[in-house]
């Protein structure tokens, strides 16, 4: 197995991941705000 594409496959997940949880807590702060 390819151990490069893995690990680039995780790093991808992970901004993936952090950008939904960001995109949340700013809708979240506009909901509030409202």
């Known amino acids: 197995m390819g151990e490069g594409k893995a690990s680039s496959l995780l790093v991808i997940l992970v901004v993936i991941l952090s950008l939904v949880a960001f ?10 705000s409202l």
């Open 23 to 32: 995109g949340f807590a700013i809708a979240a702060e506009k909901r509030r």
